[in-house]
Structures are given as structure tokens and as C-alpha cells.
């Protein structure tokens, strides 16, 4: 259940009336029938500066949302999993310039679209290998498929490329994308994709251990998460919400039911890209322990060292160089990305407010979070919107947060 107990804003360097205008912003989503429902939970210094919840988990059974409604988080599930690569990392497991082909020999001898058509895609032999740090930093040339913008695209839907698929296993799924072509060359372009689910095998792997074990052992587990997982099971149900999407005339409708969901089996492949649900609660323990460098409440995951190198910069330039100059509603001017997040490089660039050095994501249904290392400051969303680009509700909220700081 939650602990997101609210603290004195002051205390946590805030003005009390500043912060207290998301509220209102949360409402009025609600109202307007933008939104089913939402919660969000603003952290600093240590301490829960803001806690609120709004709205219904589920317009049809009027179930409302909480700060322990249980959301699907999809893509917010990458950076744990990205986590859980860099335990084993720090275990002299391989080095992340390693290619991954000696622990996945089905990525021996890639090949990279160069034209073509449909009928007949034109490839040419992959320039070097597709390297772990690859993967973490979606570089490796690999894509999604509801993409829906290029040829390599369409091949993935072709072939059933899905590892959110309610059948096969993940070493299955992993053995037939190494079989398509690469959307670019290992490293020359950012392109968002399924390399944190390959990821997920790598880590089976190299662990010997099926990967849901292993993040549930090793990472969700020691930090105390202990509503996340790859399904929800019977005791969560009541707390687990529906996910909506927008009519052509801009009104919600069902995208998935709170009852009667693939979630409330456990699946038959991990997703670590995407097959996770959380509460805002749970996923703030995660922020904090990044904030902490790799520890909490007395655990530690990684070392400092680590968590450093996961939150720097690892493009030469920032996103929109590497050849994605927006992605859902987010300009990617003067942002970067680490091992596992993106990274803020400038936020006059970027054209919001923030903090170079500040690590983010979030997920399909318009969950996300970010964190502010130079602010101590770590801040969570949760609702049930799809897709993440239907509204601008994470700037909005980041617009919020910080215009409240005072000290």
C-alpha cells in the first residue's frame, strides 16, 4: 500500500502555494474529460512533498484513482531492467562495448536495410557489431513495429515482432528479430525499439536465470516495490485500473479493461521494455534510489560509480543529431540519453524548464517520471492515456514542479 505521506512543502525547499497549483491542473483534466483519472507525487530532499490523486480508476465501475491505484507503466519498465544489466555488469559478467553476439549468437551476422521495397528490402552487411551499450541506448538499429514509418517497420509486424505477445517465449521472440534487418547501422542513429526486451534475454543469459526471476530477485524486491510485476495478482485486482484512448471525437473509450485483462495472468514473455505495473508509490522507491547513488533503506543495488555512468550522456550530441528530432510530444533539442533514461543537456534548448544532468522516461499510457540529481528532486505521474503523445501532460506537470521551487 502506499507511503507516499505528505511532508511540510517548505521543508523540502518548495513554495507551499506555488506547488499546490498542480491540484487544480489535475482537476481540470479530469473535468474537460481529458483524462480518466491521474496521481501524481512530487519527492525532495528526502521527503513527499506532494501527493494527490484524482479522478476514477475505471469510469464504468466508478472505481476512483488513488495513490495506490496499480497502472500499467510499459516503457517505464526499461530503466529497471536497465538496472538489473548493470548488476551484472558489475559483476565482470562482459563490458559493455562487448557485442552481444557472444551471448546471443543470433545477432552474428546482422544486416541493415538500405532500400528497396516490401516485396524486396535491399540490405548490406552490418558494419560492426551490436554492442550492450547499444542496446541500453537504443543504437543498436532495432525498432518497433507500430512504428509505422519504415520498411523494417512493417517487417516486424509481418513477423509478429511483439514482446508484449500473450504466447512464446522470450528467447523465441528474441531468436526471430535477430533474423530481420537492422532499421541503421550499430550506432549510427538513435531509434526507439525493442532493444531493452533483448536486453531482458541477455540477462537470462548471463544470469542463468529466467529474467523475470532475476528483476524480481534482484531488483524489485530489494527495493521494496512491492506491487510491481509482471502481472497483477488476485489481491491487486481491485486496485488495478482500466487504460483509455480518444474516440474520433476526443472522448475516452476502453483500451483495456481493469478486470478483464491480459494483466491479470502472469505473461508468457517478460517484457523489459515494457510488461511491468507499478504505483506511483513503488516507482518513487525507485527514483530514490537512484537519487542515493545505488542504495536504500540500506540495500544496495549498484554502486555509485554505476549509477553515474547510467546518467551520463552516452550520444555525441543529443537526439534530435541522432536523427529523432521529436518522439511523442516532446521536442529532443538538447536531450541526450544514458543507459537506460534520457538525459537533459540544456534546457534552454530543450525549451523547458529543468536541470542539465536530470534523467527521464515514461511509458505508453502517459505515465512517466523524472529525476533531478542536482535538485534532489524526483517526480512521478500516473494515468492511463494511449497513446503518450495524446496530451502534453508531462511538460505541463514538469512546467508545474519546477516553477514551485524556492530553495
Same mark, same amino acid.
Given at each position: 500500500?502506499?507511503?507516499?505521506? &505528505?511532508?511540510?512543502?517548505?521543508?523540502?525547499?518548495?513554495?507551499?502555494?506555488?506547488?499546490?497549483?498542480?491540484?487544480?491542473?489535475?482537476?481540470?483534466?479530469?473535468?474537460?474529460?481529458?483524462?480518466?483519472?491521474?496521481?501524481?507525487?512530487?519527492?525532495?530532499?528526502?521527503?513527499?512533498?506532494?501527493?494527490?490523486?484524482?479522478?476514477? *480508476?475505471?469510469?464504468?465501475?466508478?472505481?476512483?484513482?488513488?495513490?495506490?491505484?496499480?497502472?500499467?507503466?510499459?516503457?517505464?519498465?526499461?530503466?529497471?531492467? #536497465?538496472?538489473?544489466?548493470?548488476?551484472?555488469?558489475?559483476?565482470?559478467?562482459?563490458?559493455?562495448?562487448?557485442?552481444?553476439?557472444? @551471448?546471443?549468437?543470433?545477432?552474428?551476422?546482422?544486416?541493415?536495410?538500405?532500400?528497396?521495397?516490401?516485396?524486396?528490402?535491399?540490405? %548490406?552487411?552490418?558494419?560492426?557489431?551490436?554492442?550492450?551499450?547499444?542496446? +541500453?541506448?537504443?543504437?543498436?538499429?532495432?525498432?518497433?513495429?507500430?512504428?509505422?514509418?519504415?520498411?523494417?517497420?512493417?517487417?516486424?509486424?509481418?513477423?509478429?515482432?511483439?514482446?508484449?505477445?500473450? &504466447?512464446?517465449?522470450?528467447?523465441?521472440?528474441?531468436?526471430?528479430? *535477430?533474423?530481420?534487418?537492422?532499421?541503421?547501422?550499430?550506432?549510427?542513429?538513435?531509434?526507439? #525499439?525493442?532493444?531493452?526486451?533483448?536486453?531482458?534475454?541477455?540477462?537470462?543469459?548471463?544470469?542463468?536465470?529466467?529474467?523475470?526471476?532475476?528483476?524480481?530477485?534482484?531488483?524489485?524486491?530489494?527495493?521494496?516495490?512491492?506491487?510491481?510485476?509482471?502481472?497483477?495478482?488476485?489481491?491487486?485486482?481491485?486496485?488495478?485500473? *482500466? *487504460?483509455?484512448?480518444?474516440?474520433?471525437?476526443?472522448? +475516452?473509450?476502453?483500451?483495456?479493461? #481493469?478486470?478483464?485483462?491480459?494483466?491479470?495472468?502472469?505473461?508468457?514473455?517478460a517484457s523489459g521494455g515494457g510488461g511491468l505495473v507499478s504505483t506511483a508509490a513503488d516507482y518513487q522507491r525507485f527514483c530514490r534510489m537512484i537519487l542515493n547513488r545505488g542504495t536504500l533503506d540500506g540495500h544496495r543495488l549498484l554502486g555509485r560509480k554505476s549509477v553515474d555512468l547510467m546518467l551520463a550522456n552516452h550520444l555525441p550530441g543529443d537526439l534530435a543529431a541522432m536523427g529523432t528530432p521529436r518522439f511523442a510530444e516532446t521536442s529532443y533539442t538538447g536531450i541526450g540519453f544514458g543507459l537506460g533514461f534520457s538525459v537533459m543537456l540544456d534546457p534552454a534548448r530543450a525549451q523547458i524548464?529543468?536541470?542539465?544532468? %536530470?534523467?527521464?522516461?515514461?511509458?505508453?499510457?502517459?505515465?512517466?517520471?523524472?529525476?533531478?540529481?542536482? %535538485?534532489?528532486?524526483?517526480?512521478?505521474?500516473?494515468?492511463?492515456?494511449?497513446?503518450?503523445?495524446?496530451?502534453?501532460?508531462?511538460? &505541463?506537470?514538469? @512546467?508545474?514542479?519546477?516553477?514551485?521551487?524556492?530553495?
Amino acid at each position: 500500500m502506499s507511503a507516499l505521506t &505528505e511532508t511540510d512543502p517548505k521543508a523540502a525547499g518548495f513554495d507551499p502555494a506555488a506547488l499546490a497549483r498542480i491540484e487544480p491542473w489535475m482537476d481540470r483534466l479530469v473535468a474537460d474529460g481529458r483524462l480518466a483519472g491521474l496521481s501524481v507525487a512530487v519527492a525532495r530532499r528526502g521527503r513527499i512533498a506532494f501527493a494527490r490523486a484524482c479522478g476514477q *480508476a475505471d469510469l464504468a465501475r466508478g472505481t476512483p484513482f488513488t495513490l495506490d491505484t496499480v497502472a500499467r507503466i510499459y516503457s517505464m519498465t526499461k530503466p529497471l531492467t #536497465s538496472v538489473a544489466v548493470m548488476q551484472l555488469y558489475e559483476q565482470g559478467l562482459f563490458q559493455l562495448d562487448d557485442p552481444i553476439a557472444r @551471448v546471443l549468437p543470433e545477432f552474428s551476422e546482422m544486416r541493415v536495410a538500405v532500400g528497396g521495397n516490401r516485396a524486396k528490402l535491399e540490405t %548490406e552487411p552490418a558494419r560492426r557489431p551490436i554492442t550492450v551499450r547499444d542496446l +541500453l541506448t537504443h543504437t543498436a538499429g532495432l525498432t518497433y513495429g507500430f512504428m509505422e514509418a519504415t520498411l523494417v517497420d512493417a517487417q516486424y509486424r509481418e513477423h509478429g515482432i511483439d514482446f508484449l505477445a500473450r &504466447e512464446g517465449t522470450l528467447a523465441n521472440m528474441t531468436a526471430r528479430l *535477430a533474423k530481420l534487418p537492422l532499421l541503421a547501422q550499430p550506432g549510427s542513429a538513435w531509434n526507439y #525499439s525493442v532493444a531493452t526486451d533483448v536486453l531482458g534475454q541477455y540477462v537470462t543469459a548471463v544470469s542463468g536465470r529466467p529474467f523475470a526471476d532475476y528483476l524480481r530477485d534482484s531488483v524489485i524486491a530489494p527495493l521494496g516495490m512491492a506491487d510491481t510485476d509482471f502481472h497483477v495478482p488476485p489481491a491487486l485486482m481491485p486496485r488495478f485500473c *482500466a *487504460a483509455y484512448a480518444y474516440d474520433r471525437e476526443r472522448r +475516452l473509450r476502453p483500451f483495456d479493461d #481493469s478486470v478483464e485483462t491480459p494483466f491479470a495472468q502472469p505473461p508468457a514473455i517478460a517484457s523489459g521494455g515494457g510488461g511491468l505495473v507499478s504505483t506511483a508509490a513503488d516507482y518513487q522507491r525507485f527514483c530514490r534510489m537512484i537519487l542515493n547513488r545505488g542504495t536504500l533503506d540500506g540495500h544496495r543495488l549498484l554502486g555509485r560509480k554505476s549509477v553515474d555512468l547510467m546518467l551520463a550522456n552516452h550520444l555525441p550530441g543529443d537526439l534530435a543529431a541522432m536523427g529523432t528530432p521529436r518522439f511523442a510530444e516532446t521536442s529532443y533539442t538538447g536531450i541526450g540519453f544514458g543507459l537506460g533514461f534520457s538525459v537533459m543537456l540544456d534546457p534552454a534548448r530543450a525549451q523547458i524548464l529543468g536541470t542539465a544532468g %536530470e534523467v527521464a522516461w515514461g511509458g505508453m499510457a502517459s505515465t512517466a517520471f523524472w529525476i533531478d540529481p542536482a %535538485e534532489d528532486l524526483s517526480v512521478v505521474l500516473m494515468t492511463q492515456l494511449v497513446p503518450s503523445s495524446a496530451l502534453p501532460i508531462r511538460r &505541463e506537470l514538469r @512546467v508545474l514542479t519546477y516553477a514551485a521551487l524556492a530553495a
